[in-house]
């Protein structure tokens, strides 16, 4: 029963993100909505690890988040001009 709560609820948090990247006013904000589904994504493989007690989600996991986090501080020092 938990399982589904929480796949229902990050279901809506994917929803809520990837409107927030359609709509958002400023490039700022589809930046931070675009760290954001990163972020989700990798609490879903993280789920996904634990669900299917599959170790291998869990590498995932970590490989796609330390890739999120640098591609958003790329993207983050271009917007600034820093590069």
Excluded: C, K, Q
Aim: glycine share 8%; hydrophobic share 60%.
């Amino acid at each position: 029963m938990i399982n589904y709560i929480s796949l229902i609820l990050i279901g809506i948090a994917v929803f809520l993100s990837f409107i927030r990247l359609l709509i958002g006013p400023t490039s700022s904000d589809r930046l931070l909505a675009s760290d954001t589904l990163a972020t989700i994504t990798t609490a879903l493989l993280v789920f996904m690890a634990v669900f299917f007690d599959r170790l291998i989600y869990m590498d995932v996991a970590i490989v796609y988040a330390v890739l999120g986090f640098v591609g958003i501080v790329t993207v983050a020092r271009y917007m600034e001009g820093g590069i």
